[in-house]
């Protein structure tokens, strides 16, 4: 129990975990692998256990003065050291550390150490060096999944529902995506988690919530359609955490290397928590697919643009009759979905490296500044008047980014400007003249 948890918000030795708190399951699985268990602690956090644990003597939080404490006081000369945030480890697991009086190829924890390898941490700790690494130069291979230790609570969640699917047939493979497997725009205190089952039956997952309660409490749960037809189960839960969980039938596993968005979605990072079909190596190769966004041709830009067009008049035909609501619902959505398309356009044709990521996610990183001091104007009160200022300022922007877009591509979308604008006019003026 080394380590202040910080990160996670709470004593991660008390967080429940499937029934029972971590240190509860720690303790469970060292006694199912050793003949000894011995836990270490410090009696200054006054964690309630139900189990005995000695101080580890220093006011100082470190891993490496618990194991200091526990190889003192452990009655036989090899030990296996768990700390409590790994609670995927199996019995099965460190004995295999044991018996190799090994450290598993990710780091020094879990792992084995002996009596005689005191000298040896006293030594560093003395010299104010406090890492494990090194210490035990024997290395063994062990299964990536059962060492992930959880820093935050989405880690602990997305870590239960390993264990959970691991004990259920029915669930062929469990993806984690998103933020959470992200190595660029990675998760924060903001984020959600994703997850993607591929089950036999979803239609058990999707009927049925009362699964979700494996971990934690639900506050709110709701099934979203996603873009292919299938379902994702929304979830809250009472410690604050929303998660979703894209429920799919195995056989889409055949159709993923066709699927442009699950190359853009897995090249962005993903980790493969159960796999009982072998799609880890379909993953592998839709992931490596060049998903480089293109600049547009000439057919997208005049589609792209004709759409936006269209939709201005049809906006201030809407608001003209009074209806505000559907004006502002098609002018701050569709047209500004339109708009986003053609700003994204617009930073490829200045740099064809950048990474425009999807429906306007992370524009503030990858969008034109000046533009994007616009579009701060561009957007709507539930105001009749505010509605069409705001619409003559999407229009100038779209117009203005267009054609700056269409020069830098040479391109050209065959549209009189002055005559649209002159009919949108006619029916809703610009407000701002």
């Known amino acids: 129990m080394g380590g202040a948890s910080e ?42 256990l139900p189990f005995p644990f000695l101080d580890d003597g220093t006011d100082e939080r470190a891993p490496v003065f618990g194991v200091i404490a526990g190889l003192r006081a452990a009655s036989h000369d090899g030990c296996v050291v768990l700390p409590v945030d790994c609670p995927l480890a199996t019995a099965e697991a460190l004995r295999a550390l044991v018996e190799a009086r090994a450290v598993p190829q990710t780091g020094p924890l879990p792992g084995a150490y002996t009596k005689a390898m005191l000298p040896d941490f006293e030594a560093r700790v003395a010299a104010g060096e406090l890492s494990l ?57 903001w984020s959600d988690l994703d997850l993607i089952f591929l089950v036999d039956d979803p239609a058990h997952y999707t009927e049925d919530a009362g699964w979700l309660r494996e971990f934690g409490t639900p506050v709110v749960t709701f099934l979203e359609a996603t873009l292919d037809g299938h379902w994702e189960r929304r979830v809250l839960y009472e410690t604050g955490e929303d998660v979703d969980f894209v429920l799919f039938p195995v056989s889409i596993e055949q159709s993923l290397e066709g699927s442009e968005g699950a190359a853009d979605l897995l090249a962005r990072g993903y980790r493969v928590l159960i796999d009982r079909v072998g799609v880890e190596e379909r993953l592998a190769r839709i992931a490596a697919k060049d998903t480089v966004a293109s600049s547009p041709t000439q057919r997208e830009l005049v589609e792209l643009t004709s759409d936006f067009w269209y939709h201005a008049l049809w906006t201030a035909k809407k608001l003209r009759r009074g209806e505000v609501f559907t004006a ?37 990183r990858w969008a034109d500044p000046g533009a994007l001091a616009q579009l701060e104007k561009a957007y709507a009160h539930y105001d009749l008047r505010d509605v069409a200022r705001a619409l003559w300022e999407t229009i100038d922007l779209f117009q203005g980014v267009e054609e700056e877009t269409t020069a830098r591509l040479d ?15 006619e029916v809703v003026p610009d407000p701002r003249r």
């Open 328 to 364: 502002i619902d098609c002018l701050d959505g569709y047209m500004k979905a339109r708009l986003v398309t053609l700003m994204a356009w617009h930073a490829l044709a200045i740099d064809p490296s950048v990474d425009t990521w999807h429906a306007g996610r992370f524009l503030e």
């Open 133 to 189: 690494r090194g210490v035990n130069p024997h290395v063994v291979e062990v299964d990536e999944r059962l060492l992930a230790n959880v820093n935050t609570r989405m880690e602990l969640i997305a870590a239960a529902v390993s264990d959970w699917a691991a004990e259920r047939e029915d669930i062929k493979a469990l993806l984690l995506v998103g933020s959470q497997a992200r190595d660029n725009a990675s998760a924060d205190r």
């Open 7 to 48: 990160r996670f918000g709470s004593p991660k030795a008390l967080a429940p975990f499937r029934g029972e708190t971590l240190a509860e399951r720690a303790w469970r699985v060292v006694g199912e692998a050793c003949d000894e268990v011995v836990a270490v602690g410090k009696n200054a956090d006054g964690l309630e």
């Open 411 to 425: 391109l050209k979308a065959g549209l009189d400007y002055a005559d649209l604008r002159r009919r949108v006019g």
